[in-house]
């Protein structure tokens, strides 16, 4: 399976990938990227897909000490998580076969962090065209919590 997490805060959608550690945990790995929400369909899936296509397993476990999510916080122009999570809506994507799956969060706070909501799962071929595929997203942006 590959993984990305995605993002909107204000009128910017942050996006990278996942990669799974030898530890068994997802965290967050490059590319890093900001895109306007007004990027067009076919911009924002390409970078959906790179995301996806960097998405590893077995990487090894970082420093207990390493801030894995800074360079979407340098993107975003603040300086904590807090700050970036207070007005953020977020998803994760799977690609499992040549399904894609935008995953829903609740917003818990920067302590807590977020949590999926499964029941709210939108799922879209990997070879819809980039309009079906923005659109699934944005359905799942207006699911969040």
């Not at 990278?16 to 924002?44: C, L, Y």
């Not at 977020?90 to 917003?107: Q, T």
């Amino acid at each position: 399976m590959k993984r990305a997490n995605i993002y909107k805060r204000k009128n910017v959608i942050y996006l990278h990938s996942s990669s799974m550690t030898t530890a068994g945990i997802w965290m967050a790995t490059q590319p890093f990227v900001a895109i306007d929400v007004s990027e067009d369909d076919v911009v924002k899936v390409t970078h959906i897909k790179n995301a996806l296509e960097q998405s590893r397993e077995y990487i090894p476990h970082p420093a207990r000490s390493s801030n894995l999510f800074e360079p979407i916080l340098k993107l975003a122009g603040v300086t904590s998580y807090s700050e970036f999570t207070e007005s953020a809506r977020s998803c994760s994507i799977e690609l499992e076969g040549r399904r894609l799956r935008f995953i829903p969060y609740r917003n818990l706070g920067p302590r807590i962090g977020h949590e999926e909501i499964t029941g709210r799962i939108k799922s879209v071929s990997i070879n819809a065209s980039a309009e079906r595929i923005a659109a699934t997203l944005e359905s799942a942006f207006d699911a969040c919590e």
